[in-house]
């Protein structure tokens, strides 16, 4: 007893002295944003490389604490003590606050991810999700098939990086945790056929979006967008690396290291599929449906994918339509009352805030890191670098290290794009390629990033802390990234 209470004592402080330690380098940092902001701000002067200190503060607070809420906050107060006075602080955080609810792309986001969440609980509730489970395991056998067929869902599912991970996490959660596969690998399969596939598939929202801002920046003429986006797929060597990559680590031919390994190895030694500090994140909805069929979860997923594609690509309308749609269908069968159903949407769509904070948290970084000029400061820097043999391979390390700094893994691009491709026209560079590098960059961000929006999607479909999935899976991002680079500078 003496001994186990010395050893309480000494752990509470070993806490209090980290604590300490938080707080004197938290203290630090805020004196150091207050002297950039007497000695930039006050003058409207470039913030230059003090401009990465939100994003820095960010990324180390997140690795050490493991919290990515808080990590973000504490960056955008960095920021906005960098930019605005002490007498002025709450007045911009308000500000900054109303700014991201207000942005039209954000409120897209909220709705569209809190409906995804309505159908999947509304699929779950009717036993969809369990009859799926039980079909997979029962044509999928070993645990490496069932991991291969996660992949293969994840091809087939292309329309957008959000509908990929939230439908195919959720669905494949019974199956894997049948084989014995950590949740931790399902996420790193998951997250990895999401935003790498949407940007080899001309059909894709991302396919849309970019096209579209090649025609605004010039690069391509009127109509042309989506001509140049195809010509520069080949080019989009990040998304293939990744696809090869995660193929490799689910055959074992490359091995399992790090964290990842460490959580193959929990479930192997203890059967547990979830850390015991992410058991808070592991929710599913209970099934009101004993006995379900698979047409109750392949009508509702396949009406989500085809009004989707019928309503332009907008998953928001096609959410919409698939909850009507599915709603009709089950009352039909009488599945289950009205008032069952309408519970499981609502529901699905509350538990969809926790990530959509994190989301929130991201884009108010992405603000504040617009008023620094972060991103034109990062362009700017490397430009010294940008011949036309390293072009390729250093707008690619450049806009993907700042995709992942910042979780903005378009917004920056409208930034950037108009910067890199007159410089490459300029050099006489191979634009598809050029424009290849561009879009692995965002594609890499949308996948590595701790606090982005597939990242933090993955996680929660799969029932596990974003920072858990983040790290874990972080080793085969930065090994797909590297032999990107490689292929870049060849191609060059």
């Known amino acids: 007893m003496i001994k186990q209470s010395r050893a309480i ?7 209090s002295y980290i604590d300490k330690k938080v707080a004197l380098v938290s203290l630090a940092i805020i004196v150091i944003s207050i002297f950039c902001y007497n000695v930039f701000g006050l003058n409207e002067a470039s ?23 808080e990590s973000l906050f504490v960056g955008v107060i960095v920021g906005l003590l960098m930019t605005e006075s ?11 606050f109303l700014t991201v609810f207000q942005n039209d792309i954000v409120a897209w986001i909220f709705i569209a991810c809190g409906l995804m969440g309505s159908i999947i609980a509304l699929v779950s509730c009717a036993g969809g999700a369990d009859a799926f489970g ?6 999928v056998k070993s645990r490496k098939g069932t991991l291969f067929a996660t992949m293969g869902l994840g091809l087939a599912i292309f329309i957008d990086d959000y509908l990929n991970a939230l439908t195919i996490g959720s669905s494949m959660r019974k199956a894997t945790d049948k084989v014995k596969v950590s949740r931790e690998f399902l996420a790193y399969v998951v997250d990895s056929t999401a935003a790498p596939v949407c940007i080899i598939l001309p059909f894709s929202t991302w396919a849309v979006f970019f096209s579209g801002l090649l025609e605004e920046t010039g690069a391509a003429g009127e109509g042309k967008g ?6 520069s797929i080949p080019y989009m060597i990040y998304a293939w690396v990744c696809l090869g990559v995660v193929a490799l680590v689910i055959n074992r031919n490359i091995p399992l290291f790090g964290k990842m390994r460490e959580a193959e190895e929990r479930v192997a030694k203890t059967g547990e599929l979830v850390h015991e500090e992410d058991a808070k994140f592991d929710e599913e909805v209970e099934p009101v449906v004993a006995n379900s069929n698979m047409f109750n979860f392949f009508v509702p997923i396949g009406s989500l994918i085809f009004f989707t594609w019928i309503f332009d690509i907008d998953i928001m309308a096609g959410a919409m339509a698939a909850i009507f749609f599915t709603v009709i269908f089950y009352a039909v069968q ?15 769509f509350i538990g969809m805030i926790a990530p959509l904070g994190t989301l929130f948290c991201g884009f108010m970084l992405a603000e504040v890191n ?20 390293y072009l390729p391979a250093v707008v690619f390390i450049t806009m993907a290290a700042l995709a992942f700094a910042t979780a903005s893994f378009w917004g920056i691009f409208v930034v950037g794009m108009p910067i890199v491709i007159p410089l490459a026209t300029t050099l006489d560079a191979n634009l598809p390629l050029v424009v290849g590098a561009l879009i692995s960059a965002s594609a890499f961000g949308s996948h590595a990033c701790f606090y982005g929006d597939s990242t933090v999607l993955s996680a929660k479909a799969c029932g596990i802390s ?18 990107s680079v490689v292929f870049f500078l060849v191609l060059a």
């Not at 490389?49 to 809420?69: C, F, N, Q």
């Not at 039980?134 to 044509?139: C, F, M, V």
């Not at 034109?376 to 670098?385: K, L, Q």
């Open 9 to 15: 004592d000494l752990s509470h402080g070993e806490k």
């Open 226 to 231: 989506m001509d140049l986006f195809i010509s």
């Open 334 to 348: 009488n599945l289950m009352p009205m008032s069952k159903m309408f519970d499981a949407i609502m529901s699905g």
């Open 466 to 483: 974003p920072m858990n999935h983040a790290l874990t899976q972080l080793p085969y991002t930065l090994i797909a990234a590297a032999i």
């Open 86 to 96: 002490p007498a002025d602080f709450i007045p911009s955080l308000s500000g900054i």
């Open 134 to 139: 039980h079909w997979i395991s029962e044509k």
């Open 47 to 69: 913030y230059g490389i003090w401009s990465l200190l939100p994003a820095a503060v960010v990324v180390t607070m997140a690795i050490y604490t493991k919290r990515t809420v």
């Open 370 to 389: 617009d008023s620094l000029g972060t991103t034109n400061y990062v362009i700017d820097a490397a430009s010294n670098f940008m011949t036309v043999q």
